[in-house]
């Protein structure tokens, strides 16, 4: 075997069609996340965007789409900034410490990888297994949501029955009319509640990239932007992609001068509603067991974080100092802290 390193945008329609058929070896994978116009809109804004091309006697077997960071040590392709990590590969096992040192890493760090992929099992690090949630709407919206707990559609109800009366009519626009103006709103709302939001899109390649997906139309990573509308006022936007799969969220935020109504559990709802009469019939949730997640979701999928480290000593110097951290801390802290990845975009109500 080999491994050749690229950036995304070298890759051709031959790649593509590899890539893509690669995806379809589990539902996990087909995630827009996972896709090459991801990695391709993140090589676009972001120039340490890489792939490494792991082939055997000239046929590609694998890529391993990532991001350089400092010190030789390789990130998530678009981190902070994407929910689902892995190697898009056949079924050839690959050795996955080996393809990290051919790539001229010194490790890469993933904060989310679907838990089934057997070359990243040895290298997850404890406590870092976790189900990602999404709602199944392949019995229909009205099966699904009857499903919930009666006590929160109730509540749901009610709050809509109260958003109307005070602002009007509610309604969600698919894919929004004025999809630049939509994230603005959106980047603004998330900002102005959560410091990391606000330190993230302070960087200008973290704008263009969400601008980049919002409008991005490949059939594998399609983006959304659906607005929750209250008497034609925005109460709450949705920005997600589309794949082969079904739906992907990504960012969504509200107006928090109304949240007594909770808009993001509304907007959530409109937005699986209206994926249904699509004929989408999955919604995964993104990473993160929120309070509103764990209410609303139906299905889930194990995922986990690690690090493949080419060196054993540093592995395992790393797993001791990860060791006595976690040891200092509060039980029951989030998982995604002790996986080492970035913050959770939580989406609150």
Known sequence: MRVTVVRPGELGAEEARVWAGFQQQSPVTLSPFMSLAFAQAVDLCRPGARV????????????????????????????????????????????????????????????????????????????????????????????????????????????????????????????????????????????????????????????????????????????????????????????GMTGPRGLAGWFAAYDHDLGRFSPGTLLILAVAEEAAARGISYYDLGYGQHSYKLRLANTSYPVAGGAVWVRRAEELARRIYRQRILARRVPGSDAREKSGSPPAFELAS
């Open 52 to 239: 490494a091309v792991v082939e055997d006697g000239g046929k590609i077997q694998a890529f391993l789409p990532y991001q350089l960071g400092s010190r030789a040590i390789g990130l998530p392709i678009g981190s902070p900034m994407n929910d689902l990590q892995g190697f898009i590969q056949s079924e050839v096992p690959i050795n996955a410490r080996w393809v990290v040192k051919k790539a001229g890493l010194r490790g890469w760090r993933f904060g989310q990888a679907p838990a089934e992929q057997r070359a990243l099992i040895p290298h997850h690090y404890d406590g870092t297994l976790i189900q990602a949630l999404a709602i199944d709407l392949s019995a229909g919206y009205k099966s699904y949501f009857d499903d919930r707990s009666k006590s929160l559609t109730t509540k749901i109800m009610r709050q809509r029955r109260s958003l109307e009366r005070r602002i009007g009519t509610v309604r969600l626009e698919w894919q929004s009319s004025s999809p630049a103006e939509s994230l603005r709103q959106l980047i603004a709302w998330k900002a102005s509640k959560y410091h990391g939001t606000e330190m993230l899109f302070s960087d200008p390649a973290a704008r263009s990239l969400l601008q980049e997906l919002g409008t991005a139309e490949d059939e594998n990573c399609c983006g959304v932007v659906s607005v929750l509308s209250a008497g034609g006022r925005p109460v709450a936007i949705n920005l």
